[in-house]
């Protein structure tokens, strides 16, 4: 079985990928946008006045807005219900756009800092945040919708408490919605998404709600190189469950990542590839890897292998999976017959004007085991 690092130490690789997720943000749209919004003047003091906000939310926000970046972190983690009370409010209570885009700015880039998404989920649980952010997706402003969704998922991403269904499923059908329709706003989504993923509880919920279908369609197109690693990101995340990775043979999840595979040259994207078929192998029941293995092998997986197999890697777990891959993929190739690739190819949904669709001696060994499986591969 994989060697791999417990799910803590995942969470670490992703806080890491954050920086290279910066490096992007000149292509981010809500990011161009941050930059402006923070350049506008702003007080809490209206607020205070219209009784929007208690005093105490008042006297913390007018602090927080004059502080620098050590002094915000020393402001929240001595005034952490002040901090909650003063957002949940003015999110609640606030419907104009400039200010509620404002705060929200404000919000993002408070629980970019992890301690602070710590400190506030152990003094709230998050709930008294979360549910205001949740009534921001009914709203018109799509930065404003973004900036919640980002927060939402940091904030569930640490609590314990076990949140209710129906918010779940809210916020994972807006946020499906957004990988199938908003372009502008990807980064945005996806980011969001490689924190909401890494809690187990919350991957089957997004499969549930066919969340892989919009995945696997973008990853199909030709998009930049962030979202593309963004992505399959998340399908590394959820490829650490087993019933996660049985629902996914249901789509050419493999076809596709070995499509990527190909074209890419950027190390950090063959890493999470290769990272994420080590998973499809290893976790489901093995018929189910053995599928795999064949969509792995027909699209193409094994000549990258032998070419990166024999190369030096620094990075060592990268380095592993290269082996393990190669000795594993080579393996199932000697054991796979023409049936075997076809059948794969079916189930890919991806069909290629190979040399068996055209070959009589084919057809005429293989034509009875149309019938296996209640005709699976017929249908």
């Known amino acids: 079985m994989a060697n791999y690092k417990p799910l803590t130490a995942v969470i670490e690789t992703v806080q890491q990928s954050q920086a290279e997720t910066n490096a992007a943000a000149s292509y981010n749209k809500i990011h161009i946008e941050a930059e402006e919004i923070r350049q506008r003047p702003f007080s809490f003091k209206e607020f205070y006045r219209n009784k929007q906000i208690s005093e105490n939310a008042y006297s913390f926000g007018e602090k927080y807005l004059q502080s620098t970046r050590d002094e915000k972190r020393y402001y929240v983690k001595k005034y952490p219900y002040h901090c909650v009370e003063l957002f949940a409010s003015m999110v609640e209570k606030v419907h104009s756009v400039e200010p509620l885009q404002y705060v929200l700015t404000l919000l993002a880039d408070l629980t970019d800092?992890?301690?602070?998404?710590?400190?506030i989920v152990k003094t709230t649980d998050g709930d008294q945040l979360?549910?205001?952010l949740l009534s921001v997706f009914h709203k018109n402003d799509k930065y404003s919708k973004h900036q919640a969704s980002l927060?939402?998922?940091r904030l569930w991403s640490h609590t314990s408490e076990r949140i209710p269904a129906d918010n779940v499923n809210q916020y994972l059908g807006w946020t499906v919605a957004q990988l199938s329709r908003n372009p502008d706003y990807l980064l945005c989504v996806t980011k969001a998404l490689m924190t909401f993923l890494r809690k187990e509880s919350y991957r089957m919920a997004f499969i549930s709600a066919n969340g892989i279908k919009p995945i696997v369609d973008l990853l199909d197109r030709r998009i930049?190189?962030?979202?593309?690693?963004?992505?399959?990101?998340?399908?590394?995340?959820l490829s650490f469950q087993s019933d996660v990775v049985e629902k996914m043979k249901e789509y050419p999840m493999a076809a596709v990542l070995c499509d990527v595979l190909r074209a890419t040259n950027r190390e950090k994207v063959q890493r999470v590839i290769f990272a994420t078929f080590r998973n499809l192998l290893e976790k489901p029941r093995q018929s189910v890897a053995e599928q795999f293995a064949a969509e792995m092998i027909h699209f193409k997986a094994v000549p990258v292998l032998n070419i990166l197999v024999q190369q030096t890697k620094d990075d060592v777990e990268l380095q592993e999976d290269i082996v393990f891959l190669h000795e594993r993929l080579n393996a199932s190739l000697q054991d796979l017959?023409?049936?075997?690739e076809y059948a794969?190819?079916?189930?890919s949904g991806r069909l290629e004007w190979s040399p068996v669709h055209r070959s009589d001696k084919f057809w005429r060994e293989n034509v009875m085991k149309l019938n296996e499986n209640n005709h699976e591969i017929l249908k």
């Open 337 to 340: 017959s023409s049936w075997d």
């Open 151 to 153: 927060v939402i998922a």
């Open 130 to 132: 979360y549910r205001p």
């Open 344 to 347: 794969a190819e079916v189930k």
């Open 224 to 237: 930049t190189f962030q979202l593309q690693y963004q992505l399959v990101f998340c399908v590394w995340m």
């Open 113 to 119: 800092d992890e301690k602070n998404v710590t400190l």
